[in-house]
């Protein structure tokens, strides 16, 4: 009987701690604004910065040396790419150059003199583009434009040379082999639709650190204006109170996550296809480690403010270390073996899969796992140095 | 005189009273040079993770899967012989993309039934994604190049005349400062100096606005003879001087020991940096004017400051963003340091076209002198909002 009476009163404790955890939550305009402000505002903010997707008609400068029919139709060529577009004809180098130092221009394009002259005496002609490279997403738009224009054209002068020179024409004009590209999980390429399912990754576990080190920041001060007692403080064990808390998390971020994974994705029409089901599952270990994570964090945290000194800097460690601007295969496994031990670094390699690329729970298994065991491993960290809090403080509960 | 002295005196102190602030002044900002540059020490994610379906087994699947190889953008990790596997490969992030060579390639090749070449790219991951596109297509292009050339030969034409029509122009790419397409320059650069700015934003609030929070700011005032600059002064020149020196070391570590583009005199990046830090400094302090509370404005200088990273446009072009998202990355004194880093630094040019940016860089500092009256009725009265 004694038993289920200590698991009765256990659960008491836990819901407790669970209502005044939500008491504390929705009392708390900063700990508000970071539940509730971050996950709704920043996604959508973000979106919104990198919706165009691609970087269509960047201006460039042709220097054309040639001036002949055949050079005007590639300029033209170039001017007709989704990529570029012709700002403006310069008489020589020099003036092209003033024209990007003016930021006017990303690009010269250099017809050279015997441009036409080798076309006509069946050689190579060489033309010279020089990208700036300034920004690297330019430089990729316009060097993939650069190897469909050489395709194009090179088909194209083909034909006609094949008609010239009198060769049976059928059969000739078209490549023996056709080669096609197929882009998965991003198909337009574009660079809202590659970032935003791991930014949303991100934005869930830098949203609960923060309101979770701004919670224990809160109490740690009540500590210090009362004389080392919490007013506020259920009187529970240790592991209630975590739980509780957990709980609390989670009643909160539910229709967070809803809106974040499944609203704004169809919202924006960024990459979608993943079975709802499989990322809401994928979702749970994942909020649970971050929420352990960030009371692992909390323990360094002395004041409310100092939150935001202390884990706001991290969120740009954390994206790099999970793989999505510089792959993780490409680390050295130092690196890899910090990144192993943030949340984030596989809740963003198995939501994009799920999401971005169609896979189920069982294909992102090492991800899952990773996540649950990182969720222990902190929860249990948390729970030690909670006990031996206690030991030390007597009265300090949180 | 004697109150300057006083209050940079008491500036000094305050300075080391929290160990957040020397943490978040010189620990984090080399710790974090240090992680950015190790991080990405090779300065291309290559060669990418890929995968190869060979269902032809022909001498030219073979051909093509040598070159595939020893290209410097990919290296095979996987050799499936189902479509499904591959896709699969790729779902879970074992490759970054895989080329088909379907079934009898060759035979259909020689016999004019245009068999086709296909490749998946994984552009979830957009870098290496791009990465193995690239080296895709490259082998892809080579091969359909080689073997037209192979068609022509055959019924007559002369071999160099052949290649010519194959690829009649060539486009010859030249990457102005940086032909090594190093990606490095481009991250570390920017994500250090941002993730920079952003703390010189976050302690310059939090040091002033502690003051008004502990209700020390009368005192603050006092020392300066009640005079609002001589105070601001005292608390902020230390701080100047300490983010001085931290870039400063960071820009050495950069340019010096690891090499990055500099293109022009390293003065012009040095008085870059010391004015990029007055400009936060004075971005701060124009926040805590506004509003001067501890928690709301270290939370507007913490989320400008994660917002200058997408909006400052170091990745996604101003020119692309919508103009009215777009406008606002002028705001962000990190914006004309990127901008003149990209001029000075890389690609070198004369100091004329920069010359709006440095200009820019001091109307903060001076905006904020002039809103500096606001904060003085704060401090006079220090009321914590909790």
Redesign the interface.
Known sequence: MNVFKKIGDWWTDTFRVWRREFKLVFSDVGVLMFFFGLPLAYPVLYTLIYNPEVVNDIPIAVVDHSRTAASRELARMFDATQAMKVYDYAPTLADARVLMNEHKVYGILEIPTDYSRKLGSNEQAVTTFFCEMNLLLRYRTILLALADIQLDLGAKIQTQKVDMIGLPAQGMNQSPVNSDAVMLGDPTQGFCSFIMPGVLMIVIQQSLVLGVCMLFGGHRERLRRNGGVDPLAVDAPVSATMFGKLMCYFAIYVPLVFFMLYLLPDMFSLPHIGDPWQYFSFVIPMITASVFFGMFIAQFVRDRESTMLVVVGTTMIFLFLSGLTWPRFAMSPFWQLVGDIVPTTWGVEGFININSAGSDLAEQRTPYTMLWILAAGYGLLVYVLRRLARVKGGANRA | MGILKESLKRGCRTLVSRK?YVG?MII?PLA?TF??L?????GL??P??VGVVDQDHSSISRQLIRMLSSSQLTEIKVEEESFNKAM?D????KT??FFLIPTNFQEK??G?E?????????????????MA??G??TV??T??GG??V???VK???PED?S????????????????PW?N?NY??SAS?IF??FA??IL??TA?SVC?EI?DGTSVQWLKTAGNNIYVALAGKLVPQTIVWWAVGGVIEVILFKFNHFPLNNHAMHMIVAMMLMVIACQGFSLIICCAVPN??LS??LC?LL???T???A?????V????GS?GIISYIFPFRYFFLIF??QA??G??LY?SRYYYVALLVFPLLAISMAWMLKKRMLNPVYVP
């Open positions: 957040i978040l984090v974090a992680f950015f190790n991080l990405m020490d090779s994610p290559v990418v993770p699969e790729v779902r879970t992030g970054m993309g090749a020689i004019g245009q068999p086709t070449l296909s490749y998946y790219s994984n552009l979830t991951y957009y870098v290496p994604g791009t596109l690239r895709f297509k892809a292009v091969t359909v073997m037209a192979t068609k022509m019924i007559g034409v005349m290649m010519a029509m194959v690829q009649p122009v060539v486009v010859q790419t030249n990457a102005i400062a940086n397409m990606y481009y991250l994500f941002c993730l952003m703390f976050q302690i939090a502690y929070k501890l928690r270290l939370v913490s400051g994660i917002l990273f997408s909006l446009a170091i990745s996604f072009p020119s692309a963003m919508y998202l990209s001029d890389l690609n040019i004369a076209y």
